[in-house]
């Protein structure tokens, strides 16, 4: 529940790939789909099939036009959602819908111009695909208006491309993630205040073992959806239950076996990456191969491009990922042979990740802002690949008590390194405390929230002096905006953000929101706190 809203189905009930199902089929068809079985408990048995679900709602706001103007949070800004009942839809009640998803009529405002005109509704919706990363919806509208989706794992918190006012529409959900449920309003404004809303539930299918992963400019893809995975490293297979509850979906190494017995493990709840050095690899689930760990640890300063290649060959399909370690980074000690072989390590991946762990390799207590600065020194030397940060997640070389990590800095550091432009985040090591995989499964469920906005180039952003450290992205007219305090300290800061100009931010959790004027705005964070916010499109 989020402020009182039925969420989606949880995104770690993953169990197995679901048989190919009709987007119609009933429940009957998929009782064992994984996530299906939730959908179906939160929703009834028509909601059990991976497709799209018609749902009710007792006003007629469009949930759109709630969210786009200024309100406390995206909690109260919704109405809470709930299945039609087939056998008796309430036609009474203004938005709801019946089995066919053929809405009620919405009158129009009783204080505008429009009294006279008809109703604005919105017809047909259908998916047209559904596939377990993305989803095209189309539908139509009483007359030529403007009409777009909004769609979130919880809430909406993505929107749809902008199209021309017309009576036929078509739109593409970017960015899912499979096997999950998704809130979806269809949304339709008049020129002259009319609204309609309808609303939704997705959900999609689970892996089918053909996917194809690639890196294209700096996000890593797959099917051609952008995909950002959370990742672990070595892990054995009594480990996959809680690393699969905590919302892993890519497993960087087999520590208690081969490449193919973990695939056959996996089973297609998530995909693998296996080493480059190894035997060649092949079979469903299969995302890549890795580089040898921490590589730049064992190489001369003198390594040439050529020498790099040839010791990176790899047979196996999918993108090549690279883990350095920290000593790129222009505040961390130099290796001795010195900093000019990380072009040449950099030019034979394809997705570029480090360790730095302030708290577990430094062992400083408060150094959490080198986390968005070497993530930052990343993304540049990495010219235009993805990137990815692994998080320190429990004790390994400082024993000092107060340098643990925790849920707290688990949090902190992940978003300091998303802020900073990782397009992946892994864990280390692989087994956490039950606290800390409680947090990793809520940034998770965060960030699937936000792929697609997440994946986008960095906007100008910036706070002052502070320990505040800011990044920002924008969507299709949206605009979402990172905040963490840096510091085990409280902080209040100015936040510069000029693509924002005069807009009113929701907070991701619910909780509140900000006005922004000139683009900025003032915010206080307590020790270690993150703020993500999200600016609505100003307009259909």
């Known amino acids: 529940m989020v402020g009182g809203l039925a969420v989606g189905v949880s ?44 749902l009710q709602t007792p006003s007629p706001q469009a949930s759109f036009e709630s969210v786009r103007t200024p309100a406390n949070s995206f909690a109260s800004a919704l109405i809470p959602f709930s299945l039609s009942d087939p056998g008796a839809p309430d036609s009474a009640l203004p938005g709801v819908w019946t089995p066919l998803g053929e809405p009620t009529s919405t009158p129009p405002p009783a204080t505008t111009d429009a009294t006279q005109a008809p109703p604005l509704t919105i017809s047909d919706v259908q998916a047209v695909s559904v596939s377990s990363f993305s989803a095209t919806v189309s539908w139509r509208t009483s007359e030529p208006v403007g009409s777009r989706v909004s769609y979130g794992v919880d809430v909406p918190t993505l929107w749809t491309a902008p199209a021309p006012p017309s009576i036929d529409h078509v739109a593409t959900l970017t960015g899912l993630t499979f096997d999950t449920a998704y809130h979806v309003s269809v949304d339709a404004r008049a020129d002259d205040g009319r609204r309609a809303s309808a609303p939704f539930l997705l959900n999609t299918p689970g892996l089918t073992g053909a996917e194809r992963t690639t890196a294209e400019g700096d996000v890593i893809r797959v099917d ?18 809680t690393h699969l509850a905590a919302g892993i979906d890519l497993f960087m190494g087999n520590g208690c076996g081969t490449a193919r017995e973990q695939l056959a493990q996996l089973q297609g709840r998530a995909f693998s990456v296996t080493s480059a050095r190894g035997p060649a690899a092949s079979g469903p689930g299969l995302a890549g191969t890795f580089l040898p760990d921490e590589w730049d640890l064992n190489l001369p300063g003198s390594l040439s491009s050529s020498e790099a290649a040839h010791m990176a060959s790899a047979s196996s399909p999918g993108p090549r990922f690279l883990t350095l370690t920290n000593h790129f980074y222009s505040q961390a000690s130099p290796l001795p042979q010195g900093r000019a072989l990380y072009p040449a390590l950099v030019a034979n991946a394809e997705v570029v990740g480090f360790d730095l762990y302030p708290l577990q390799s430094w062992c400083r207590y408060d150094s959490f ?10 993304t540049r030397l990495a010219s235009g690949k993805p990137t990815f940060q692994w998080i320190e997640a429990r004790r390994m070389d400082c024993r000092d008590p107060r340098l643990d990590p925790t849920p707290e800095t688990v949090r902190a550091e992940t978003w300091l390194a998303i802020a900073g432009g990782a397009h992946a985040i892994g864990y280390f090591p692989n087994d956490w405390s039950p606290e800390v995989a409680a947090e990793i499964a809520r940034e998770k469920r965060e960030i699937e929230s936000l792929v697609p906005a997440l994946t986008q180039p960095a906007l100008d952003a910036h706070a002052g002096g502070s320990s505040l450290r800011v990044g920002a992205r924008e969507l299709n007219g949206a605009v979402y905006v990172i905040v963490v ?52 499109p100003t307009a259909l």
């Open 224 to 241: 051609g959806q952008p995909f950002f995975p959370t990742i672990v490293w070595n892990a054995c297979t009594e480990g996959y239950p």
């Open 485 to 536: 305090n840096a510091s085990r300290t409280a902080a209040s800061d100015t936040v510069v953000v000029p693509a924002l100009g005069n807009r009113t931010l929701l907070t991701l959790d619910g909780t509140g929101s900000v006005a922004a004027s000139a683009g900025s705005f003032t915010d206080s964070l307590g020790p270690l706190e993150v703020h993500v916010y999200v600016a609505p």
């Open 11 to 54: 995104a770690w009930t993953r169990q197995g790939p679901p048989a190919p199902t009709a987007l119609s089929a009933a429940a009957t068809a998929a009782a064992s789909a994984p996530g299906v079985r939730d959908a179906a408990a939160r929703y009834g048995p028509d909601a059990a099939a991976p497709g799209i679900y018609p």
């Open 369 to 378: 802002g080198d986390v968005f600065a070497s993530q930052q020194e990343l």
